[in-house]
């Protein structure tokens, strides 16, 4: 059974930093994407950052390139987002996902399988 559990989120002021963690279980396949969506009060939920297992090749949104940096432990199937310089438009609710049997670079688009529960960052002005 696949399990995405996220973790990490919190309330930071601007110019802060949070890192986002996605515990992952249930793999059956060593080329995957990973990627972090987000999804704020009233708005659609959009992709932040992707990163694929093997050939990672990140990919990130416009809006956090330069601020943002996703990263990999192969060892535990975990998948980190770093997030610096914070503004309060980060201000929404995280979520890690992963497609299987998926080729690089990875898409930022809506198209993943598995989903994590969701974890809250809130960053003050």
């Known amino acids: 059974q696949v399990q995405l559990v996220g973790s990490g989120g919190g309330s930071v002021e601007a110019g802060g930093s949070l890192r986002l963690s996605c515990a992952a279980s249930?793999?059956?396949?060593?080329?995957?994407?990973m990627a972090w969506f987000r999804q704020a009060a009233g708005k659609e939920r959009g992709g932040v950052a992707t990163?694929?297992?093997?050939?990672?090749?990140?990919t990130y949104a416009d809006s956090v390139k330069g601020r943002f940096t996703i990263s990999l432990d192969n060892a535990d199937n975990s998948v980190y987002l770093q997030m610096n310089s914070l503004k309060p438009e980060d201000t929404a609710m995280y979520y890690c996902?992963?497609?299987?049997?998926?080729?690089?670079?990875?898409?930022?688009?809506?198209?993943?399988?598995?989903w994590g529960q969701g974890t809250q960052v809130t960053v003050s002005s």
């Open positions: 996902a992963a497609r299987f049997s998926m080729g690089w670079p990875c898409p930022i688009t809506d198209e993943y399988k598995q």
């Open positions: 249930g793999f059956t396949s060593g080329s995957n994407c």
């Open positions: 990163i694929h297992t093997v050939g990672r090749s990140p």
